[in-house]
């Protein structure tokens, strides 16, 4: 069965510094997320990003955020200065031509650890 | 007050035993899902629905619309169980959003 792919698994960033979190969602899905996951906390929504660009944001999604789609497979979430409080777990998601009214498939996820 | 609300948080069973996880919403909703987060904190999703019942195997939920109810039930609970499960819900009052519970914990002990 198709997977979303997310790496790294783990990244260690020093506060300030610009990280990438890479993902390939399921090829024909048409719906892309990132989410995050502080630890001990609710999984929150960042951004979903239909027809190429953005669809909605959450106010944690700030202009530290941007998210591309660069070459029609890989789907990147860049966080441009870290801050220790963007440790968390980030979960890329797809779906297919219904939206959220689709099943949505989950990566296995990024654990970025900011210093 | 949170507008998707899981309980129990925490629920321990003996293996076998039949599992009910509830998750009640206050707003009005076009479809809600249930996900399943592995101890090693990978996400997977159970179900997605929008009225009555489905089954997969050990696993049936169900939906109450009109209640604004959803439950998740495990038959013949097995350790391999033992799983944070979350229901979230698409909300039609904040641009078709999902909106997270916090997760019910589930231990299931052989």
């Known amino acids: 069965e198709p997977e979303v792919t997310q790496t790294p698994s783990h990244q260690v960033t020093q506060m300030g510094q610009e990280v990438i979190l890479r993902c390939v969602p399921i090829?024909?899905?048409?719906?892309f997320y990132w989410y995050r996951q502080i630890l001990g906390q609710k999984v929150e929504f960042l951004v979903s990003?239909?027809?190429?660009?953005?669809?909605?944001k959450s106010e944690i999604f700030d202009d530290q955020f941007s998210v591309e789609r660069p070459d029609g497979s890989n789907f990147t979430l860049k966080i441009r200065s870290t801050k220790l409080e963007d440790s968390a777990m980030y979960f890329c998601?797809?779906?297919?031509?219904?939206?959220?009214?689709?099943?949505?498939?989950f990566g296995n996820g990024t654990r970025l650890t900011v210093t | 007050k949170n507008e998707v609300e899981q309980s129990p948080q925490n629920l321990t069973a003996q293996e076998g035993e039949f599992i009910t996880i509830n998750c009640s919403y206050s707003v009005g909703i076009s479809a809600l899902h249930w996900l399943q987060q592995h101890p090693g904190g990978g996400i997977v999703s159970l179900f997605m629905l929008s009225s009555g019942k489905k089954k997969h195997g050990r696993l049936i939920a169900t939906i109450n619309i009109q209640e604004k109810h959803s439950s998740l039930h495990i038959t013949a609970s097995h350790p391999r169980d033992s799983a944070v499960y979350i229901c979230?819900?698409?909300?039609?009052?904040?641009?078709?959003?999902?909106?997270w519970g916090a997760g019910t914990k589930l231990i299931i002990k052989p």
């Open positions: 979230a819900a698409i909300n039609m009052d904040s641009n078709y959003q999902l909106i």
């Open positions: 998601a797809s779906s297919g031509d219904r939206g959220l009214n689709s099943p949505l498939h």
């Open positions: 990003f239909y027809n190429n660009e953005i669809s909605e």
């Open positions: 090829s024909n899905h048409l719906y």
